[in-house]
């Protein structure tokens, strides 16, 4: 067990749904626009824990979102059941080791 993440999260057998997509606008304040699975607009500007180790970084710019960054995390969360909005350190721990 990792000090201070909580409980291990078996990723062995992690399903991660093809869904979403991230769509190029033209609105200037903003650029991008993610795509949940019902095709609904997603607003993420909130989406990654404070200060989660690796998964920090990835402060929505344009080419973290192109690189497809912004996608995989979204599908990775549903993967693990976990709503946008109550993603915690565990969850992004769990996302840098299933994206090496």
Same mark, same amino acid.
């Given at each position: 067990?990792?000090?201070?993440? %909580?409980?291990?999260?078996?990723?062995?057998?992690? $399903?991660?749904?093809?869904?979403? =997509? *991230?769509?190029?606008?033209?609105?200037? &304040?903003?650029? *991008?626009?993610?795509?949940? !699975? !019902?095709? @609904? =607009? $997603?607003?993420?500007?909130?989406?990654?824990?404070?200060? =989660? !180790? %690796? *998964? %920090? !970084?990835?402060? #929505?710019?344009?080419?973290?979102?192109?690189?497809?960054?912004?996608?995989? &995390?979204?599908? #990775?969360?549903? %993967?693990?059941? *976990?709503? &946008? @909005?109550? =993603?915690?350190?565990?969850?992004?721990?769990?996302?840098?080791?299933?994206?090496?």
């Amino acid at each position: 067990m990792s000090e201070g993440f %909580g409980k291990e999260r078996d990723l062995s057998m992690l $399903v991660v749904p093809r869904v979403g =997509a *991230v769509r190029a606008t033209e609105d200037r &304040w903003e650029p *991008v626009r993610l795509i949940g !699975a !019902a095709g @609904d =607009a $997603v607003p993420f500007g909130r989406g990654l824990p404070e200060g =989660a !180790a %690796g *998964v %920090g !970084a990835l402060d #929505f710019d344009t080419a973290v979102i192109r690189d497809g960054h912004l996608l995989r &995390w979204f599908r #990775f969360r549903l %993967g693990v059941e *976990v709503p &946008w @909005d109550q =993603a915690t350190r565990l969850e992004a721990r769990d996302f840098c080791r299933c994206s090496r």
